[in-house]
């Protein structure tokens, strides 16, 4: 499975972005989509997460009341609405997929990744 993320951009204190990740073959019913950023000299840390078949999620305490993750499994494409960006959310942001019915926080526990999309937040 290969995943694209696409979105990112140049944007100022306040705005929106959507980003969206879209995955090359249809996953399957049982799986997680999630989001993780990755600031410079900083670990990747996650962001939001939803699953396939409940379409519960969960989100960073940053992320929370802010970003919101949705998917259209007919499209096998993940978003995640990002509002009221500060300039701290600056940083690549990646998709990945994880094949199992839980969600996680932990970037070693999915098994597929995109190759980030840049948000750049400015003051």
């Known amino acids: 499975v290969q995943l694209q993320a696409f979105g990112g951009g140049l944007v100022q204190a306040g705005d929106s972005l959507r980003l969206s990740c879209a995955a090359s073959?249809?996953?399957?019913?049982?799986?997680?989509m999630g989001w993780f950023c990755q600031a410079p000299g900083k670990e990747r840390e996650f962001v939001a997460s939803?699953?396939?078949?409940?379409?519960?999620?969960h989100y960073s305490d940053s992320a929370k009341g802010r970003f919101t993750i949705s998917i259209d499994s007919a499209k096998s494409t993940v978003y995640l609405q990002m509002n009221s960006l500060k300039p701290e959310d600056t940083a690549v942001y990646f998709c990945?997929?994880?094949?199992?019915?839980?969600?996680?926080?932990?970037?070693?526990?999915?098994?597929?990744w995109g190759q980030g999309t840049l948000v750049t937040v400015s003051s």
């Open positions: 990945a997929l994880r094949k199992f019915y839980s969600s996680s926080v932990y970037p070693g526990d999915y098994q597929y």
């Open positions: 073959e249809r996953t399957g019913s049982t799986y997680v």
């Open positions: 939803i699953t396939s078949r409940s379409g519960s999620t």
